[in-house]
T-cell receptor, first 113, second 116 residues
């Protein structure tokens, strides 16, 4: 039962354009969402997070949007840079003292010149 | 801040032997650590949640006796793959939960295990 899904396994975007990565979840108990960037043979690197009490959070080139009614979140990267090429995972958790992360399936972003 | 160090970064072992992977929180105390496994081109699958001073909580389908987890201090958790077999070859990643203004999760750099 995949509670967090990223339906696009890959995405190619031109340098300077906007990259939009999508994520859907099924568990309505999730109240904290995170995006991670990952290179092969490395651990994930935290990018940005959002609490369910918000619908938008910005940090530099990265913006995360949350639509609770649709159980959908998206990560916008503007402008996209070649160094952004990596696999992006969204993750969700239920706030608590030992809350664990549930990861999405990942989207491989390729930013082309 | 909130750095997790994971060692070794890669290890090759023979079938039937055991391998220990260490995960240390360097600049914070981690009461809870998590162990993940990632197969090529797949997502990170949570194996177990490690709580300092108590038994780990394993996810469904993960063999407790095969993947021994010890979290004896607030800065160290270890995963021991016992009697390793080639199908245990994978990328293992640890994570620790940190709290502050917000809470978050920081990850180790991962361990590539190859069992031959």
């Amino acid at each position: 039962d995949q509670q967090v899904k990223q339906n696009s396994p890959s995405l190619s975007v031109q340098e300077g354009r906007i990259s939009i990565l999508n994520c859907d979840y099924t568990n309505s108990m999730f109240d904290y969402f995170l995006w991670y960037k990952k290179y092969p043979a490395e651990g994930p690197t935290f990018l940005i997070s959002i609490s369910s009490i918000k619908d938008k959070n910005e940090d530099g080139r990265f913006t995360v949007f949350l639509n609770k009614s649709a159980k959908h979140l998206s990560l916008h990267i503007v402008p996209s840079q070649p160094g952004d090429s990596a696999v992006y995972f969204c993750a969700a958790s239920i706030t608590g003292t030992a809350s664990k992360l549930t990861f999405g399936t990942g989207t491989r972003l390729q930013v082309t010149l | 801040g909130a750095v997790v160090s994971q060692h070794p970064s890669w290890v090759i072992c023979k079938s039937g032997t055991s391998v220990k992977i260490e995960c240390r929180s360097l600049d914070f105390q981690a009461t809870t650590m998590f162990w993940y496994r990632q197969f090529p081109k797949q997502s990170l699958m949570l194996m177990a949640t490690s709580n300092e001073g108590s038994k780990a909580t394993y996810e469904q389908g993960v063999e407790k006796d095969k993947f021994l987890i010890n979290h004896a201090s607030l800065t160290l958790s270890t995963l021991t793959v016992t009697s390793a077999h080639p199908e245990d070859s994978s990328f293992y990643i640890c994570s620790a939960r940190y709290t502050g203004r917000f809470y978050g999760y920081t990850f180790g750099s991962g361990t590539r295990l190859t069992v031959v």
